[in-house]
Every structure is written in structure tokens, then in C-alpha cells.
């Protein structure tokens, strides 16, 4: 049976020496992508039903909890990875687990050790520490069935395999990436317990979860396993907490310690301060499940770049949205070209630095470096917003002394771009299902 292509895809786009704490630390920027030219397209949901579903579950739980979930929320800079980490407590009793917050994927899984005897299930191969969940040690773990519905309908969408060698045997998934990692996995219903911002716990039960026996990815490292934060019913508990969710990214190269918080429910239950907030469409099922916004351009130093409209257009497989667990900017060339060109230009006097193949495409020996000399880039939106993101958030670190330019060519096809996570730093986000909003504001996120 042909199955579509996942949704979640990891590669590595970059490789370059980022001196974290020792020498050695590589800072790997990593870059999920759904599409490339000639894929096929995603399925496309039935979002409508599904976001009044979320809604009316939210309420009825929302009035019972009166507070908003937050999860604490790091750089995985320490790591010399690209990417954040939420902390979560899952099972029975709880156990700690390190996951990537991801809105480009749908399910939350972790490394996880279930029924498996062979020596080899539930390590990590890539060397690194981290832990598995003990899924035999937890009295609320409970398996998917392969003959249940879930298994060979709704999960169908999240890889859930065919194979059922008896009714009751768990329905297994495998995640397959593009650089060759894969997850390999049981889907499960667990409980998994939240800090509420009023200072109590709320326990939520039957999450779907995925416990992967096996898995690979260098992308992983830091992290126990990957919380899927895609528009989807099934994919976390946002919908638990009045459909929407919302999170402040501290700048990427933050130590551990410079945390702030994955936020289920208002944000505004929660200590985050923001100066203000500007709302954009938040446009839901035009892109698979993930966040799409609506732009109308890309202005470098208050000019308007010349970009094709089609770049931005979902209708022919254009449109951008935003990914948490995408590291750098990523603009199909005729966006790419543009920027780059606006960007470079004040830039000249600097040496340039190559990294080869695998680096970004420009960086530059940033002594004697001065963010004045640097144009402002700004998203706008078609409603009429404007995203203004601080200088670092696009002339990046890359190594002590080394600056690049924070974007990569999603190639000439007809293909979504994306804001990636280092351009989402220094701002708080909200994701707002049920007004279909996106709102964003400059914020220190400590
Ligand atoms: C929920 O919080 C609001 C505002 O803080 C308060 O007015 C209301 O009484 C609370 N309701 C319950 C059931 O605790
Ligand atoms: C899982 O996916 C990987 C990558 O596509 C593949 O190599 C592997 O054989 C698959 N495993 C199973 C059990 O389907
Ligand atoms: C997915 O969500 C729908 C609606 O909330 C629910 O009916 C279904 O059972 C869920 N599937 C799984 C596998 O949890
Ligand atoms: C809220 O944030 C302010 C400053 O950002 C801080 O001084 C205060 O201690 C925080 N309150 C709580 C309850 O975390
Ligand atoms: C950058 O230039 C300075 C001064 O010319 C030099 O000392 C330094 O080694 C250069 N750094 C890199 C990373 O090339």
C-alpha cells in the first residue's frame, strides 16, 4: 500500500563548529521540512470538525481547570543543537522526559522501553545520553490495539503500520526521515501531569502517546524524544486547554538555566511579560497541520523585495508557516534569492568565511561587526501586520567570530517556506485555534 510521505522530515542542513561550551560541540542546525518538488501532498484534513471538537472539549475541561499548563522551555544550545526542549512528566508514577516541542509534527513520542528483550531496543545510537521512558514501570501505560479503528484509520495520518498479528497486539508506527533516522514504535495512552499557573498539578489522562523502542537521529540529541505540536486533535493536550497554546523561545544560544515556558491555555495566566501583541490570521488545514500565515511580503531596509505572489500563495503549493523545530529560515529560492541579494549587499566589507557545501550559504568574519549596518528585514503580513524580528534573529552566531545569514533556499519548486526558530526567538507566540489567530510580541521570554 503506498502511504504518503511523513509529514515530519529531519535533515541536517548544517554542520558547523558552534563552541558551546568545549571545543568539539557541534551546533547542528536542523531542519524538518514536509515537502520537496515532487512529492505528494500531504493528506489534508477535515480541520473544521476537528477544530470544533478540540473547542468543545477544551471548554468543558478548561472551566474545570481555571488555569493554564506550562511546561518549562530551554535552548538546546548547551547540546550544540538548533533546537528547544520542554520538560514533561509522563506516567505512572511520573517520569522526567526532555522532549523537542515541534509544531510540524503531529505526535509526541519518546525513546521508550516497553516489551522489548533485545539489548539494543530503547538505546539511543547516537551515543548520547538521554533517557528512555519505562513504559513496564508505568500502571496507566496503555497500548493501542492494531484492530481498534485508531489504529487503521485515524493513525494512519501519524504512519501507524499495517501489520496486526493478533487483535490485541499494539499498533506499531515508524517514523521515517529523509537523512535516514527513523522512530520505531507502539502507540499508547498515557497520563501525563502538568504544572498549572495557578500553582496546582492537573493530571491528564489517556494522551496519545508514541513509545519508540528504537530510534535514530542526531537531531535528538538533549532530548528524550519529540512532542508533536501540529494542528491535530490527537497530537498533544492543547486542545485540553481552550484551544490554544503559546510559546516564548529564549534566544538560541541561552545556557539551560535561561528557561521560560511552553504555555496550554492563555498565556496571559502565566508570567510572561510582552510588550504588545499584533495578531495575523492563523490559517489552519492550508498547509497539512501546520501553522500557515498569510504573507504579502518580505521588506529588507523598508523596501519591498520584488517576490513572485505564487511564493506565497497555498494555492499553488506556496504559503509559509511556522516551525518550532525548524532551525534556520527557510524561503524558496525566488524569496531566497531576494533576501539574500538585500541582506549581503552592507555586508561586503566583512570577510566572508565558507563552510563548504553544508553550511549556510553566507557568513562572514563578524570583527568589528556593528548591527547598525544591517537593513531591517520585515514580514509582512497580509492583514496588514508587520513581524519585526531583532537583527540577531537573522544575522546569527554560528562560531566565535563567525556570523551567517540565518536563511536556507528551500529550492525553485513550488513549496512552502518556513520561519524557523531562530527567527521566532526574543517573541512570545500564541496559537489560537478557535479565533484562527496568531498572535506575536517582542519579549525577553525570562
Ligand atoms: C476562575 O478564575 C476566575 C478569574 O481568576 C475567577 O473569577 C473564578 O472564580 C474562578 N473559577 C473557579 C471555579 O475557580
Ligand atoms: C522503518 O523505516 C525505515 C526507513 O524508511 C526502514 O529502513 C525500515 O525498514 C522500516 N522498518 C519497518 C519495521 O517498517
Ligand atoms: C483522536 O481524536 C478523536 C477525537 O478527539 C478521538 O475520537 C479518537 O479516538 C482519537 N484517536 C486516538 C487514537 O486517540
Ligand atoms: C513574574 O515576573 C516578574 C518579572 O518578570 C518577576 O519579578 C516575578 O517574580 C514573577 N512572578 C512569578 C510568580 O513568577
Ligand atoms: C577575523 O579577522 C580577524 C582580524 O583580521 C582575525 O584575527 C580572525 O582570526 C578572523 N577570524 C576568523 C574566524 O576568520
Known sequence: MARPQPLLFIFFLIANSFNADAAGVKFELIHRHHLHPGDPLPPRKLVHSDASRAQAISRKVRSRLNASGELPLHSAADYGVGQYLVKLNMGSPGQHLVLIPDTGSDLTWTKCRYKCHDDDCGRIKSGHRSRVFRADRSSSFKTVTCSSTSCQTDLADLFSLTICPSPLHPCAYNYSYVDGTFALGVFAHETVTFSLTNGRKARLRNVLVGCSESSTGRSLLGADGIMGLGYSPNSTAAGVFGGKFSYCLVDHLSPRSASSHLIFGSYKDANVSVARIRHTELVLGAIGTFYAVRVRGISVGGTMLDIPAEVWDFGHGGGAFLDSGTTLTVLTTPAYEPVMAALREPLRGFERVYYGEVGPEYCFNSTGFDERVV?????????????????????????????????????????????????????????????RRLGFGPSSCT
Open 375 to 435: 537593513p531591517r528585514f520585515v514580514l509582512h503580513f497580509v492583514d496588514g501586520a508587520r513581524f519585526e524580528p531583532p537583527v540577531k534573529s537573522y544575522v546569527i552566531d554560528d562560531a566565535p567570530g563567525v556570523k551567517c545569514l540565518g536563511f536556507a533556499d528551500g529550492g525553485a519548486g513550488a513549496d512552502a517556506s518556513i520561519v524557523g526558530n531562530i527567527m521566532q526567538q526574543n517573541h512570545l507566540w500564541e496559537f489560537d485555534f478557535g479565533k
